[in-house]
Every structure is written in structure tokens, then in C-alpha cells.
């Protein structure tokens, strides 16, 4: 850990020649960006009881009302983050994909030139060491931290006994991605015996439901008409397996929350925590069921509102608590952090869907921007392809590996437009554009906007969406051939994506 010190000193001198004010700056900044968060599902966003630690945390920071993933898949969802741009940008177009070589700024190397230590663990198998989204970072770990992990410790107390020194810590994991994990749910429901209803009434019923989702997890999100149809289920059936599926989940997130409530004591612990800018965000959310849903329990084959509004908290101690009302999206994290942190923002190509610098709008130095949120569906992966071949659901919407079958969508306040491909009998495809508006409450209403307005929507998501296929077309013009068929089936099947 030598290394951090030196790296400390060398900020004093960056310091000397500009930056943030030296109260204002942080030494510690710690990213949190679990997989799968469905922001209704966790405080303060919803009534989650059973999440005190990010109730607790969001009463001490800025709290993001409408926060916009890029993609409701994790490889191009964490490039985004990790890069400020889309992929037409970071050229991650499905997972997994390699961005060891992509181009552009990226969040550990931004921190780590920055003089920051910068030490990364990331267990997400679709944005690993493996696959270069930590790279640059001093240290990598394809593991989850916790409050008893040598290296972590050693490296808050460095900070610590320091305090020219600074450092920079990435967190993602998968507690809570699908299929969801039983190990927390006795303990959860001891703990919350209201949320689990549905076990304490009918336990034989619940568990022979827990068993179906778990062996047909991957047919449930791609050809759920199919399973519906095979198994007889009614819809008082469906209904009950949504709800089992839900206690699963918020049992996930319950133990998740425990797991960052621990590695914000061991933060105060070192006595860094005012010394911080601590950030909890996610990848995407989840869906489970509603009857408009093309693929429920799921959250990478449709733009659904549960899946692209992702929660976005951030703590420090020169932000006001308060909340931040106006669109925010993915991209716009790393040249936000860069800012906040004292380091100056990478500049990014001019495009709306790419990040912008929003920390004086956060510390409430300028207005909010009227910001654009856009986001995609990805490009299917091959395995995912050949393992959904004899789902007629599936392959209705997605028969083939193309670029052009990506449905897109933009937000405007609380308007959305999306762009979706739909298929006729000679394989002629159409984009069927959709308005909605998002309500409160979090439903979707159909909206009719003035037609002036809707045509502009329309023209600029038809120029995203040729800005992604060109990316596309050219990334395979390049001869890009990815990982590799098996080893791209292996990580697929290790998330539960192939069987």
C-alpha cells in the first residue's frame, strides 16, 4: 500500500495548481453500483422498510428523482458509467464484451492520472477484471468487499494515517440479480414477517412456485407465454408467482443493504466519513409481472421504466441533502465524479446522449440543465440467440442478431418516446414509435403530444439509432470477433442467460 502515500503527495501538488476549494474536495470517493436495483424497490424511492441503511444514507444526500440508465444489460449499462458515453462510444453493444482497448477517458484511469489510488472490485462476470472495466485501477478484485477484507481495511487506514493521500474505490457485485438467491430468506422473513405473506400462508404452494422460477429462470423472461401455456397456469397463478418472485428479490435487496451499511461503517470507522463522496447507484432495475409487459422477470429485452430509472444517491460533505428533480443519466457520472472529486471532466464527443459535468447543479451552484435521457435495448449475443431458438415468443421480436431490431427510447422530463422494431410476415421491419407519459405513481399512460414536438423526438431518435448501427457496423467491419463463442457461453451461463 505504499504506493498510496506517494500518490497522495503527488496531489498536493495538483492541488497547488487549481482544483476544488481543499474543503470542498474529497480524499475518499466511493462508487456503489450493484446490479439489478428496481429504484421502487429499495428507500427512498419506495416504502422499503426492509432497506434502513438506504433510507438512513438517502436523508444525507442529494437524492436523483429521474436517473436514466443506457441499457437494461450490464455490460453496456456499466460501460456507460465507467466512460460517459453510449456504445457508439465504448463500443459495448451486448455482454460480455472486452473494453480493455475501448477508446476514450475511463473512470479508473480518469481517477488513477487524477492522483488518486484507485482500487476496483468488480464480481459482475459481465464487467470484470477479466473483461477491462477496472482497468487502470492500482488493484483489481473480481470479488465482493466487505467490512472484514484485509485490503480494503488496509487501505482506509493508509487514507487515514495520511491525510495527504486519496483514493478511489469501484463496488459492483450481483447479490441481487436474477434468479434470485434463497440464502437470505429465512433470516429476512424473521426479520419482516409482513413482507412474506404469501410463505406464511401458503408455504407448500410458495415453494413449488420458488422451484418453477428457478428452473425455468431463463424460459420465464424470454417465452413467457410458453411456460404459462406448458404449466396450465392460471392467472391467479401468474399473480402468485409474482409475488414469490418479489419476496425473493426484496430479500436480496435487504441482505444488499445490510452489505453497503457495512462498508459505510467501516468508512466512519476510519474516521473518513466527512472526508467522502460516497455514491449509490446501479447498472438497471428489473421488471416482474403486468399484463403489457412483452418479457416479464427480466430486464434486458424491452425499455420498461422499472428497468432504465435506476436509483442515484450521493453523500459529501460540501452537497446539501435535498432532492434533485430533473432527468440525469449514466453517462453523466464520470465527468460528474471527475468534478466533484477536484479532477478536471474528460471532454466527450458532442452528442446529447453522452455525459455532461453536473456537479454545480449538484451543489446547487447553477439550475438543473433540461437534460435528454437516451437508452437502447442491446444487440442479442449469439449464445443468447441460439439458446432462444425454439422460443416463438422470443424469436418473434429478436429472430435474428442485428443491430437494427434495437428498440431506443428518449425522456423528456417525464415524457418518453420509444422507437420499436416490429417485424411483419415478409420480414419487412418497422419502427413503431410510442409516446408515454410517466405518471407519479410510476405508470405508464399513452400520451399524445403536440405533432410538431413529436416529430422532433422522432428525428432525434432516428439519429440515435443510425448512430448506433454505425458504430456497430464499423466495430464489425474492424473484424472485432469478441470473446469467443465458448467463453462468451460460459460467462452467459454463468448469470443464468444459457442453460
Known sequence: MRRIFLIGAAWVVLGACGGPEPDRAPRLVLLYAPCTVNAEFVAPYGDATYTPRLKDFAAQSVVFERHMTEDGQSGPAYASIFSGRQSDGHGVFYHPADVSSAEGPWLTEVFRNGGFYVAAWLQHMMASPELGYGRGAHEQHMAVPDSDTPELMQLLAGLRDDPSSRALVVVNHILVHSPFRLVALEPFCDAHPWECNVLRDEPERFYSFVH??????????????????????????????????????RSNLWQLDAHFGRLLDAVAMYGLEEESLVVFTADHGEVFYREDLLFPFTHGFQLAPEVLRVPLLIRGKSLEPRRYEAVTRSTDLLPTLASLAGIAPPKLPDQPWN???????????????????????????????????????????????DPTLMWTQVRVGDELLQLRGVLDDDDMLDMKPVHYRLSTSGRLDIAMPERALAMQRRARLDVYLESLIAAWEEKVASGDEGLGKEREKELLKALGYVD
Do not use: C, N
Not at 437516451?374 to 449464445?383: I, K, L, M, P, R
Open 355 to 401: 455525459g455532461v459535468d453536473l456537479a454545480a447543479a449538484i451543489r446547487g451552484d447553477s439550475p438543473e440543465p433540461d437534460l435528454e435521457a437516451y437508452s437502447h435495448t442491446a444487440v442479442v449475443a449469439g449464445a443468447v440467440s441460439e439458446a432462444s431458438a425454439d422460443w416463438h415468443h422470443f424469436r418473434r421480436y429478436y429472430p435474428r442478431t
Open 212 to 249: 418453477m422460477y428457478r428452473d425455468l429462470d431463463a424460459k420465464l423472461q424470454r417465452d413467457f407465454p410458453a411456460v404459462v401455456a406448458e404449466r396450465g397456469l392460471s392467472d391467479d397463478d401468474v399473480a402468485f408467482l409474482a409475488r414469490v418472485v418479489q419476496v425473493l428479490y
